[in-house]
């Protein structure tokens, strides 16, 4: 009951500093409010950026294998030579897929540039076009809300089929059922069978809405096996469970087989994995975390001396007062305990308003854009917590020059 009595005599006078020093305790609660606010705000968009990733990669599997003449991770292969190395061909998807047992889906696409996109009601332009195979659809977790992807024979065949994103077909096809109906693409008409779910902003600033996806087999028939205008890249996964490094063992030797390469013939290829993605992004989040940090601990810094400042006045303003509740029989750890808890008050009242600050961004972001800004409740924590260890330390000194004060002299300093 005494601790409990103790915090509520240290609130009313943390309240009665605020009442009667309002300009300084303000500019040194500033400090605190501007760290926590600083260091929350930093944390809580890192994770709603690390969450709206996860969101977009939801669906594909860590083991899947980009196969084709880059490297999307740093390699000891100069650009110059990676130009140099073959494209991926259609006869080598086909072999793949027919000798490779450990592969689940496998997918032979292209990197194309945007195109524009016309039917009789309007003209989408700059749309990204994603040529592919029809097993792609299970590779990237692609969702048709209506119609139907393309399958297996429209696939080989090449056939003038199209896959509409959502904002695409309302472009083409305003308060109309785009399925189908054509429309024309590389001077051909194209038939759409499907138009996907409404995906959302997509965190690498492509999303799905914006993209069509056809038969690669129709570009490859289009412009040739040999093209200036097309990246052939093949991918893979491998059915689930199985060891990614027997998978890439195993797609490295026969890729090498086919290709003729001797065994002193470096790669001219190169298998990049999905995995490195995520753990290059897990690289990006722990940095900005590490930088927000470092910068936000200099507020606080000023913060603490701000507190600090406050609670060495109240000792001089109240040193009366410990005096006579010193000859009334007060211990040295009652006095120490008052103007810690009054410290940590003040600067959980400091780290309170910076965290309402950031929820009122949290909202207003997420209300006026479509990125989802998310202040998380372990966020919350945190920022309460680091402001109320903030004030324990800053509170520290003036409480034991507190507790230390001769009651004599503490009672004559006030007459």
């Not at 889906?105 to 540039?113: G, L, P, W």
């Not at 993209?211 to 059915?239: A, D, H, M």
């Not at 507190?307 to 109240?314: D, K, L, R």
Request: with cysteine; aromatic share 12%; hydrophobic share 45%.
């Amino acid at each position: 009951m005494i601790y409990l009595k103790l915090i509520k005599e240290s609130l009313l006078f943390a309240l009665n500093a605020l009442r009667t020093n309002k300009l300084r305790t303000l500019l040194s609660l500033l400090g605190v409010t501007v760290g926590i606010f600083s260091i929350i705000a930093v944390l809580a968009a890192v994770d709603s950026m690390d969450r709206g990733i996860r969101k977009d990669l939801e669906g594909m599997d860590n083991s899947m294998l980009n196969i084709f003449q880059y490297s999307f991770s740093p390699t000891d292969v100069p650009k110059w030579k990676m130009e140099q190395f073959p494209d991926m061909k259609y006869d080598e998807y086909e072999y793949l897929k027919r000798n490779v047992v450990s592969i689940d889906r496998i997918s032979f696409n292209y990197f194309t540039n945007s195109q524009n996109i016309k039917s009789e009601y309007a003209t989408a332009n700059d749309v990204s076009i994603s040529p592919c195979s029809f097993d792609y659809q299970y590779i990237d977790n692609i969702k048709v809300e209506k119609g139907r992807f393309f399958n297996e024979s429209e696939d080989a065949s090449g056939s003038s089929v199209i896959v509409l994103g959502y904002e695409i077909a309302e472009v083409l096809f305003p308060n109309v059922n785009a399925i189908g109906q054509t429309v024309r693409l590389y001077g051909k008409r194209f038939d759409v069978i499907g138009v996907l779910e409404k995906q959302g902003s997509s965190s690498f600033g492509e999303s799905k809405d914006l993209q069509v996806f056809i038969p690669s087999n129709f570009l490859r028939q289009y412009y040739g096996e040999n093209s200036n205008y097309l990246t052939s890249v093949i991918v893979v996964k491998p059915i689930k469970g199985f060891d990614s490094g027997i998978f890439k063992d195993d797609i490295t030797l026969k890729l090498r087989t086919f290709r003729g390469l001797k065994p002193s013939d470096i790669d001219n290829f190169f298998l990049n994995e999905f995995a490195g993605l995520t753990e290059f992004i897990d690289n990006i989040v722990g940095s900005l975390n590490v930088v927000g940090w470092i910068i936000s601990a200099f507020s606080l810094l000023v913060g603490g001396f701000g507190i600090a400042n406050i609670m060495f006045v109240s000792v001089k303003e109240r040193t009366h007062i410990i005096g006579i509740q010193k000859a009334l029989g007060a211990k040295n750890h009652f006095i120490l305990y008052q103007f810690l808890f009054e410290a940590v008050i003040l600067s959980f009242i400091g780290g309170l308003v910076g965290v309402l600050l950031v929820y009122l961004i949290a909202v207003i972001v997420s209300a006026s854009t479509s990125f989802e800004f998310i202040l998380s409740f372990s966020n919350v924590i945190i920022g309460l917590s680091l402001a109320s260890f903030i004030g324990l330390l800053s509170g520290i000194l003036p409480a034991i020059s507190a507790s230390k004060l001769d009651p004599v002299e503490a009672i004559r300093s006030g007459m």
